[in-house]
């Protein structure tokens, strides 16, 4: 299987309509059409159904955006963030919806699978059975389970895995409520940024990045606020034993470790990501089809001096490609 040549959007979502119910346990509302837009249960998300659901309208989409290929995830209300006795099942009807889409899409879509993330061993089974495919590249997760992030069990047993079958990881958040956020949107324009930051802090200061070999792992939206706050924690990490107390390496240099995709949404803010990344792992993101992404996913790293076949190139590598 070859995929198109030409630049890959690592972050999109797609969701089959047979799986709006989401996984068993939602603590969210089903997905449902509203005479073609998409609600989560009586909210409207401002996308239209077949965006999210249709593959001959994400491949219609994705060759307008100047892409390559595109590469699905689910979007983080489907994550199966409550242990429950039918996560398996539901897990196991998307990956197989998601490796025949990407199957049928000529080299222009690819996938990155769910797991179980509470059970280590059911996502262990279900990464290795997703880790010879040529269509699903990795998976997706969120970047907290209940309180805790990648830096303890369960979440890290999954990481270990995904290292283990040479799959790469991208982390989304998943817009948790707090009630300081209940007004302008802030659960999402500070919420997913700050999970992010927070999965960025578990990944260097908890030594995962230092005790997993070979893990692959992309934060979206740039890595949220934490490359702003990388010289915060070198300093905390200089200062402090507490910080330092998983002996990990100093976290500006275990953050250069991490991947990102380019969705900053402006272009100082790319250059400030760029600035602390390793430029060798940054790729193209676009959100879509979310109203806080983008429909022309190259025009910011374009911006930012960072071309087409920098960014295929990198995304070739996250994703296992050669």
């Not at 965006?51 to 994550?79: E, H, I, K």
């Not at 280590?120 to 010879?132: F, G, L, N, V, Y």
């Not at 805790?148 to 998943?174: C, G, I, K, N, W």
């Not at 076949?309 to 590598?317: C, G, I």
Request: with cysteine.
């Amino acid at each position: 299987m070859s995929i198109r040549p030409g630049p890959i959007d690592v972050h999109a979502h797609w969701l089959p309509q047979n799986l709006f119910g989401l996984a068993p346990g939602s603590p969210v509302p089903a997905l449902r059409d509203v005479a073609g837009q998409l609600h989560l249960g009586d909210l409207p998300l401002s996308i239209e159904t077949d965006a999210m659901s249709d593959v001959t309208r994400v491949l219609g989409d994705t060759d307008a955006a100047g892409l390559g290929s595109r590469v699905l995830s689910a979007p983080p209300f489907a994550f199966p963030v409550v242990d429950h006795a039918g996560v398996d099942d539901f897990v196991a009807t998307f990956n197989e919806d998601l490796e025949k889409v990407c199957r049928d899409s000529g080299g222009r879509l690819l996938g990155l699978a769910l797991t179980s993330l509470h059970n280590p061993e059911s996502a262990r089974k279900q990464i290795a059975a997703m880790a010879d495919s040529a269509y699903v590249r990795g998976i997706a997760v969120p970047p907290l389970l209940g309180t805790t992030s990648f830096d303890v069990a369960p979440m890290r047993e999954v990481l270990s895995a995904a290292a283990e079958y040479d799959v790469a990881v991208l982390v989304h958040p998943m817009q948790l409520a707090r009630p300081e956020w209940t007004s302008y949107y802030l659960t999402n324009l500070i919420g997913n940024p700050v999970e992010s930051a927070t999965a960025a802090a578990a990944l260097t200061l908890g030594g995962v990045l230092d005790q997993i070999e070979g893990l692959r792992i992309c934060l979206v939206h740039g890595g949220g606020c934490a490359p702003a706050l990388v010289g915060r924690w070198q300093h905390g990490w200089q200062q402090r034993a507490d910080v330092r107390s998983a002996g990990t390496r100093a976290p500006r240099e275990a953050f250069a470790d991490l991947w990102f995709d380019t969705l900053t949404h402006d272009v100082p803010t790319l250059k400030l990501l760029a600035a602390q990344a390793d430029p060798t792992h940054l790729m193209c993101g676009s959100d879509y089809p979310f109203d806080m992404g983008t429909h022309d996913p190259l025009q910011l790293p374009h911006a930012a001096g960072i071309d087409d076949a920098v960014l295929e190139t990198n995304a070739r590598a996250f994703l296992g490609l050669g």
